[in-house]
């Protein structure tokens, strides 16, 4: 019987050993140092280009509801290559209780179903298909869509929207209002991507305020372009390169507006990661006295 589990299980003392690759593989536990090297390294290599993400969002402490809304959707497809996708929005509804949230929470679900169904076919079939219509086109088409929906649903409200889709390097930006995207590069540069469509805006851009008197001024809020208002949407839509390195920042005024530049920047570059970053914000905003909601999203290309 000991012979005949020898034979089944062992090897016969005669038999020739064969090579396996993982005979010479030592596996061990890392070291302190080791360990506290990869953690700590600023000029880590990645071999797989991909997008990271994090968002916050707070009702404020002045306001008792929330009528802002963000989408956030990261996502990459590596082998051969590889393909960060990615799609944020942000968008604050006005119109009083009810219908600045239904504004808001239609402008981000509408664009981002329309975009995704867009997407599908060339994101998840196989052979790749390309998308047969051009970028711009498609976030046009998604916040007309998006536009009409509140007008029939949420008549008299309005929202802002700033959506960015994100595919491989490049940026595609749809834009109405005074929700704002950034982009947030390493030596301290914080420079707008969008224009506000307010009237403080207009009134300086016209030369009839200064600066210092934007500031100030007693309707800052008042918006001359909204989604959901008006028969026509002139929306800003264009394409830039991603800020390489840098991040990339969307939020509403109720960050934006209480938070100065400089603030934005440390609490971002100073988190140890995108998510403390977004939270970093949001508290700034509220210990500043949070007076309106505050959304943000903050999102990176490495790789």
Not at 70 to 76: D, K, S, V
Not at 192 to 201: G, Q, W
Not at 270 to 296: K, T, Y
């Amino acid at each position: 019987m000991a012979e005949f589990f020898r034979k089944l299980f062992g090897k016969d003392k005669q038999e020739k050993e064969k090579p396996n690759a993982f005979d010479a593989v030592v596996t061990a536990p890392l070291s302190d140092q080791q360990i506290d090297s990869i953690i700590s390294s600023q000029n880590m290599r990645y071999e797989m280009q991909q997008l990271v993400a994090g968002s916050g969002q707070s009702v404020g402490k002045q306001r008792d509801h929330n009528e802002d809304s963000l989408l956030a959707f990261t996502g990459t497809i590596a082998g051969t290559q590889s393909v960060p996708f990615g799609l944020y929005i942000v968008a604050d509804g006005m119109g009083g209780h009810q219908f600045g949230e239904v504004a808001s929470n239609a402008a981000v679900r509408i664009m981002g179903g329309y975009i995704m169904r867009k997407f599908h076919s060339y994101l998840f079939n196989l052979p790749t298909q390309s998308l047969q219509e051009p970028l711009q086109e498609v976030m046009e088409a998604a916040i007309r869509e998006a536009h009409r929906y509140v007008q029939h649903e949420a008549p008299g409200s309005g929202t802002t929207v700033t959506a960015t889709l994100v595919l491989g390097q490049q940026v595609t930006v749809a834009h109405v209002g005074d929700s704002r995207a950034y982009s947030i590069y390493p030596d301290g540069r914080i420079e707008p991507i969008t224009r506000d469509h307010s009237l403080v805006k207009r009134l300086e851009e016209l030369g009839h305020l200064s600066k210092d008197e934007v500031a100030t001024f007693p309707h800052r809020n008042v918006l001359i372009r909204a989604l959901g208002q008006g028969e026509a949407l002139e929306a800003d839509v264009f394409t830039i390169p991603f800020p390489q390195p840098g991040y990339i920042m969307l939020c509403s005024d109720g960050l934006w507006g209480v938070i100065n530049e400089q603030d934005m920047y440390r609490a971002i570059t100073e988190a140890p990661n995108l998510h403390r970053a977004c939270q970093n914000l949001v508290e700034a905003a509220n210990i500043a006295g949070g007076p309106d909601n505050i959304s943000v999203v903050i999102f990176q290309l490495i790789g």
